[in-house]
């Protein structure tokens, strides 16, 4: 199993900045991509952002130019820097892998959660 902890969540003015971590852990044979999403009330879940093993990059256009995705693939670890936020920002951000447990073996896999709340 693959366990994915989120951080850095709360709650920030409009215009302001937050960053999120993601710290992956457990039976990890390789990281194949990691990425953001993230759920507002009463919308369906989208993607924010995600990172390749190779480097290459995908984001939401309602974040381009705002958001950037960065890996630190020596500490497992992905972050979200978001700048520029806006209300409609507020969600709850989920973090999320594919990797291989095994040599043979890939999942999807899933953090908690963290709420990020853009509010005056």
């Known amino acids: 199993q693959v366990q994915l902890v989120e951080s850095g969540g709360g709650l920030v003015q409009p215009g302001g900045s937050l960053r999120l971590s993601c710290v992956a852990s457990?039976?990890?044979?390789?990281?194949?991509?990691m990425g953001w999403y993230r759920q507002a009330p009463g919308k369906q879940r989208e993607l924010v952002a995600s990172?390749?093993?190779?480097?290459?990059?995908n984001y939401a256009d309602s974040v381009k130019g705002r958001f950037t995705i960065s890996r630190d693939n020596a500490k497992n670890t992905v972050y979200l820097q978001m700048n520029s936020l806006k209300p409609e920002d507020t969600a709850v951000y989920y973090c999320?892998?594919?990797?291989?447990?095994?040599?043979?073996?890939?999942?999807?896999?899933w953090g908690q959660g963290t709420q990020v709340t853009v509010s005056s």
């Open positions: 457990g039976s990890i044979f390789r990281i194949i991509d």
């Open positions: 990172k390749n093993s190779g480097g290459g990059t």
């Open positions: 999320n892998t594919r990797a291989y447990s095994r040599y043979d073996s890939w999942d999807d896999y």
